[in-house]
């Protein structure tokens, strides 16, 4: 199986060096993943070794910035290559009118399989960015009575495991899968946070158990 793999972060982007070009003409598989709050200077550093062994077969991407300090908005703009105010998208909770395609529309219209598992809420399909999804998998418990409902949300393993079960689909087609993971944003409770002291190391735990 060939595959594409793109990890994002909503403060900085990885760097690593960028390999060797292929002349294998045949669709590659896309898998996006893109983790919510994860600074820079906690990878590289052996918090998140899974993620530092794939910045080291990756591409360089030394002076990458978010475009906005909140995830919709960030993520609204990775998926559609437009900034805030072309897409409108300005605040968490605004929706992306159907003027502006997403990248999994292209794909779809180009023959690929297309889903999506989110983290939070906060990326829920209400919002505009399931479309071009064959799979949109926004299934996430909240509390209605809630005053922040925009910080519901499912653990990275959760999230894995459901994006594993979706690749091994049975299908001839190849596919595009954007798997966004929510943990290391507050509050910070991953397992075994309680025993960290402070909130770095809780902040830290999260990064780690994301990875």
């Known amino acids: 199986m060939r595959l594409l793999i793109a990890v994002g972060c909503l403060c900085a982007a990885i760097s690593c060096r ?12 896309i898998l996006l993943v893109t983790v919510d709050t ?10 998140a070794p899974t993620m530092d062994r794939l910045a080291a077969q990756g591409i360089k991407f030394a ?3 978010t475009v906005a300090p909140l ?14 105010p072309t897409h409108g998208v300005r605040v968490n909770g605004a929706a ?6 997403t990248v999994a529309e292209r794909l779809q219209h180009a023959g690929y399989r297309t889903g999506a598992v989110v983290g939070a809420f906060v990326l829920d399909r209400r919002f505009g960015l399931s479309r071009g999804f064959d799979d949109y998998d926004d299934n996430i418990r909240r509390d209605p009575a809630a005053v922040d409902r925009f910080n519901a949300e499912r653990r990275a393993d959760v999230v894995i495991d459901r994006a594993v079960a979706w690749i091994n689909r049975e299908d001839h087609r190849p596919w ?5 993971i929510y943990d290391p944003h507050a509050p910070y ?14 902040y830290d735990r999260e990064v780690a158990f994301a990875d």
Do not use: C, E, K, Y
């Open 63 to 65: 002076n990458a910035r």
């Open 38 to 47: 994860l600074r820079a200077d906690r990878v590289g550093v052996g918090i």
């Open 18 to 29: 960028a390999p060797a070009p292929t002349r294998d003409a045949r669709p590659q598989n």
């Open 71 to 84: 995830t919709l908005p960030a993520h609204v703009s990775m998926l559609t290559g437009q900034l805030p």
């Open 96 to 101: 992306l009118d159907g003027a502006h395609p």
């Open 189 to 202: 409770d991953a397992p075994g946070s309680a025993d960290a002291s402070g909130i770095v190391a809780a």
């Open 176 to 180: 595009f899968l954007w798997t966004h």
